[in-house]
């Protein structure tokens, strides 16, 4: 089975700091796509940033960026510049045919 | 924006009885996904329908089905509901393919 691994339940970071979240995968695939995707208290779960596993370049949203080692089947994501509307649940995901592979979740803390 | 919608924020139902959970999305995607979330589990992908009348079983279909009579609906059905189906339940579309999936706000399910 295809898995999805983030080993960190929870993450903490101050306002205007930075912070990584990992995330690793392994899949059978030679053709997939990874998601990072955001839940907030209470709120519906929207997409951060996606990466194509075929594009060497990392992906970048703003103040989201990936750190992607295919290799390595690594995907880590990075927040700069944290801000109290980041604070939430993370959760990584890779394709698997149609459907996504989920992580168990990071929750972010943002503190003043 | 596409918009997917669950029909009920909140559901409390008996053991035993049968229950229908509905999700509508307005962007005539071609796929849609039923996840049930569970704190420290992450998401897990009940069933996901990638036509009308299509459907496939994801990694826990037991205790469920599905019907998908028409391409913006996509039912979740539990014939006989147990305690142990409490949980909050995620409905997403996605264009074709692999791609982005657009979530539901989800529907928090208590079986007493």
């Known amino acids: 089975a295809q898995t999805v691994t983030q080993s960190q339940p929870e993450m903490s970071v101050q306002e205007a700091e930075t912070v990584t979240l990992s995330c690793t995968y392994d899949?059978?695939?030679?053709?997939?796509?990874l998601f990072w995707y955001k839940q907030p208290p209470s709120r519906q779960m929207i997409l951060v940033i996606r990466?194509?596993?075929?594009?060497?370049q990392n992906a970048t949203e703003n103040r989201f960026s990936v750190n992607f080692q295919k290799a390595a089947k690594s995907f880590s994501l990075k927040i700069s510049d944290s801000q109290l509307g980041d604070a939430a649940m993370y959760f990584c995901?890779?394709?698997?045919?149609?459907?996504?592979?989920f992580g168990k979740g990071t929750s972010l803390l943002v503190t003043p | 924006d596409v918009k997917v919608t669950q029909s009920s924020r909140y559901l409390v139902k008996r053991t035993g009885e049968k229950v229908f959970l509905e999700c509508v999305q307005d962007?005539?995607?071609?796929?849609m996904f039923w996840y049930r979330q569970d704190p420290g589990l992450g998401l897990r992908l009940i069933y996901f329908?990638?036509?009308?009348?299509?459907?496939e079983k994801g990694d826990i279909p037991e205790g469920y089905s599905v019907s998908r009579e028409k391409k913006e609906r996509f039912s979740l059905i539990l014939e006989s509901a147990s305690t142990n189906q409490t949980s909050m339940y995620l409905c997403?579309?996605?264009?074709?393919?692999?791609?982005?999936?657009?979530f539901g706000p989800g529907t928090r399910l208590t079986v007493l």
């Open positions: 995901a890779s394709s698997s045919g149609y459907a996504l592979n």
């Open positions: 899949t059978s695939e030679s053709d997939y796509y």
């Open positions: 990466q194509e596993a075929y594009k060497q």
């Open positions: 962007m005539d995607h071609e796929n």
């Open positions: 329908s990638y036509d009308v009348k299509m459907k």
């Open positions: 997403a579309s996605s264009l074709r393919g692999v791609g982005e999936q657009f």
